[in-house]
Every structure is written in structure tokens, then in C-alpha cells.
């Protein structure tokens, strides 16, 4: 059985020990010691890295009651020097630290009680039982900073599961015997087998960076001490590329950035308004053109024309405004996008076969398409051969 230096002293980083086995774990060599100060992976911590002599720790876990570390190389020596990679243990005792804290603070501010914790490499949350609000989550995150700031000493006790028990203490299932109990000195006191500081100034900071709906429950976002100064630094960085960008002190950004939103859908407004009053304007004129060409007075306009750069959506709103405006039949194609397109529409009460005219049409643009009654549409890759495919529909419609 391994002794856990790290139950006793988080901030013991270095150590010698005694290679008591040696084993092979998922292919990696790995050493069981007689003592360690490596953290193996659990209750929601993750494992500690380090070196064992020349060898790299890549990962400590507890499989069969034994504590393996597992190596980058095979470890031959009998007497090791463990080292404990210290950033990654002082950043993850801040993290599980700091969750202690954030989870008593929303307990007595929301009566909301943790059930999950997830401390990852660059996001930690906890899920909490039962909706909580950004007021709610804001005078938590004060709680437990008022807590670190008053640097309270955080001890560590073992107790029978019994005495847990009457304490009202949530002993996790498996645990026989005696319970390890985090204290911290008139605010929280849970069983905890994680590494803690000794006082709850090392935490730093406590910063929730986000809430979400999840299950029943709210998943908080959180970061601690030096994830903290990372989180706030990138967060400036993003603030001081919009200030740039939008050429407004901090101060008004969300002002200026709230008025560019309203410009931007005022010209959207702006520029349909205008389209549609070309449209209309192109309508009338098309229609003027071809009944100045009507050599039978009363007989209806038609309008045949090949354009640029029209989108099919746009040629189809022509054609229906000149129907619309007078009995005409008007022919339209434009080349846009690499296609052509075309659309053939008429007045209501015209005779001819519109989907057919389309139908042949299409044929000679190598395309597809289809319609109903008086307006039909589509589109072929030969874009060279617009006018022909004009052409024809307009001798069948003259034909009559
Ligand atoms: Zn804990």
C-alpha cells in the first residue's frame, strides 16, 4: 500500500521513494512506490505529471488498489527521486479549491447544491441541481471571493464514517471506514480527497465565465487564480479589438456596436426599397419599348430580353411586375452566377402553354426547370446560347 504524501502536504512537490512493483498499463511502463506525492486521477481531479528519476510521469491512476505511474520509458533503478510538475498541481488545486468555495457560496445564496464537478484542462464546471440567475451567480461569485480574501485556513482531518454521517456529511459510496474532511474555517467542510492549500488566499481569484441551462439545473463556468488572469486577459484582448474596430471608447462600445446594428438593418431596408423601385422602373420601360414595336394596336406586349448580372429571384419579380402592369408576355433571361436563367410569365387570361414554351426553351440551355399557369423558371449551363433560347420562345408566342 502507498503511502500519499499528498493527503498530508499538497506542497510537498518533491520525494524519494522505493520502487515496490512494476507493471504495464495500457503499454506504457509503469512503478508502484512505497510513498508519493503524485496525485492519481479522481473525484473529478485530474492526475498529477512529473519525473521519476530520468523517466517522465505521463499519468497516475488507481487500478487494483495500487497507484501506477505510468512512465515514457522503463524506470531500472531501485531508488527514485520524484519531482511534481508544481504549475499543474498549483493550477488544479485552485481549480478544485476554488470549486469547494463556488459550490458553499451558491448553497447559501441559491440553495442550490453541486451534483457534478469537472475539472478539464481548460474549462471547469459543476452543475447545480436547480436553476440559478446571473444575479444569483453574481453575489455567489462575491461570496466566494470574500472567502479567499480573508485567507482562511483550510485543514484537513480524517474522521470515522460514522462521525461523518452525524455530521451530515455526504461520504462518497465505497468509502469504508474513516472519511478525509476539507475544512474550511466557519464556511465549508466536506469529505474531499483532492490536494487543497492551506489557507484560501491561494485561490487567488474566483471567476464564473458562463451559465447554461443544462438538465434540471444550471452547468457554471469557472476560473481560479492564474486561469483567471488568462481568462480576463483574453477577454481584454477581444474588448480592445472591438474598441479598434469600431473606433468607440470602452465605455460606449455596446452603445456604438447596438447603433451599427440598427444602421446596418435600416440600409438592408434602404437598399430593398431601392431595388424594388428599379425593378418598377425597368418594368415600365421594358413595357414602353415593346409596345412602341406592336404592330397590332390592342394585341398584347411582348417583352423579350436577355440581361446581366440578374439573380433569378430578381427576374422573377420583373416578370411578374410587367404582367401585372399590363397584358403582356414577357420572355426574360439573365446571365448571372455562371447560369443562365430564365423566366417566362403572362398577363392573366393569355393563351399560350407557358411551362412548354419554357420546356423547349430550356432544351436549348441544357437545363432544368418547371412551372405552373401563367409563370414558369429555370436555368441551363450554355450560357452562350441565351438569345437563341429567347429567341425561340418568342417566334412560338408570335406564331399565334
Ligand atoms: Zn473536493
Given amino acids: 500500500?502507498?503511502?500519499?504524501?499528498?493527503?498530508?502536504?499538497?506542497?510537498?512537490?518533491?520525494?524519494?521513494?522505493?520502487?515496490?512493483?512494476?507493471?504495464?498499463?495500457?503499454g506504457r511502463p509503469a512503478v508502484v512506490l512505497d510513498r508519493t506525492a503524485f496525485y492519481a486521477e479522481s473525484g473529478g481531479q485530474p492526475w498529477d505529471t512529473g519525473t521519476l528519476g530520468e523517466a517522465q510521469v505521463v499519468a497516475v491512476v488507481e487500478s487494483g488498489g495500487e497507484i501506477l505511474h505510468l512512465l515514457d520509458r522503463p524506470l531500472a533503478v531501485e531508488r527514485v527521486h520524484g519531482r511534481v510538475h508544481a504549475e499543474r498541481r498549483r493550477d488544479h488545486l485552485q481549480q478544485h479549491h476554488g470549486q469547494h468555495l463556488l459550490s458553499r457560496a451558491f448553497v447559501q445564496v441559491a440553495r442550490a447544491e453541486t451534483i457534478a464537478f469537472h475539472l478539464g484542462s481548460e474549462l471547469t464546471t459543476i452543475d447545480l441541481d436547480r436553476p440559478v440567475g446571473d444575479d444569483e451567480a453574481r453575489a455567489a461569485e462575491r461570496l466566494a471571493n470574500e472567502v479567499v480574501w480573508q485567507a482562511r485556513p483550510v485543514r484537513i482531518s480524517t474522521i470515522s464514517t460514522e462521525a461523518a454521517r452525524a455530521e451530515r456529511l455526504e461520504v462518497p459510496g465505497g468509502v469504508a471506514g474513516a472519511v478525509r474532511?476539507?475544512?474550511v474555517e466557519g464556511f465549508d467542510r466536506q469529505p474531499c480527497g483532492g490536494t487543497h492549500p492551506r489557507t484560501t488566499a491561494e485561490v487567488g481569484v474566483v471567476l464564473i465565465t458562463g451559465l447554461?441551462?443544462?438538465?434540471?439545473?444550471?452547468r457554471v463556468a469557472f476560473v481560479c487564480g492564474h486561469r483567471a488572469l488568462t481568462a480576463f486577459d483574453r477577454r481584454r484582448?477581444?474588448?480592445e479589438e472591438l474598441v479598434s474596430t469600431l473606433s468607440a471608447p470602452l465605455e460606449e462600445l455596446t452603445a456604438v456596436a447596438r447603433k451599427a446594428r440598427l444602421d446596418l438593418a435600416e440600409g438592408e431596408r434602404r437598399a430593398r426599397g431601392l431595388v424594388e423601385r428599379a425593378i418598377e422602373g425597368d418594368a415600365r420601360r421594358l413595357l414602353e419599348a415593346a409596345r412602341a414595336e406592336t404592330k397590332a394596336p390592342g394585341s398584347p406586349a411582348v417583352v423579350v430580353t436577355a440581361l446581366e448580372g440578374w439573380a433569378p429571384g430578381e427576374l422573377r419579380t420583373l416578370g411578374s411586375r410587367i404582367v401585372e402592369l399590363a397584358r403582356a408576355i414577357a420572355l426574360l433571361g439573365s446571365r448571372a452566377e455562371g447560369k443562365a436563367h430564365l423566366v417566362?410569365?403572362?398577363?392573366?387570361?393569355?393563351?399560350?402553354?407557358?411551362?412548354?414554351l419554357l420546356k423547349a426553351s430550356l432544351e436549348v440551355l441544357g437545363g432544368r426547370g418547371?412551372?405552373?399557369?401563367?409563370l414558369a423558371q429555370g436555368g441551363g449551363d450554355r450560357l452562350e446560347r441565351l438569345e437563341e433560347a429567347l429567341a425561340l420562345a418568342e417566334s412560338s408566342v408570335r406564331a399565334r
Avoid: C
Wanted: aromatic share 8%; net charge negative.
Fill in 212 to 218: 447554461e441551462k443544462f438538465k434540471a439545473g444550471t
Fill in 181 to 183: 474532511v476539507v475544512d
Fill in 237 to 239: 484582448q477581444v474588448l
Fill in 344 to 356: 417566362f410569365a403572362q398577363s392573366e387570361g393569355l393563351p399560350h402553354d407557358v411551362p412548354a
Fill in 1 to 26: 500500500m502507498t503511502e500519499r504524501l499528498f493527503l498530508e502536504r499538497s506542497d510537498l512537490l518533491e520525494f524519494d521513494a522505493t520502487v515496490v512493483a512494476r507493471r504495464q498499463h495500457e
Fill in 370 to 374: 418547371g412551372g405552373r399557369g401563367n
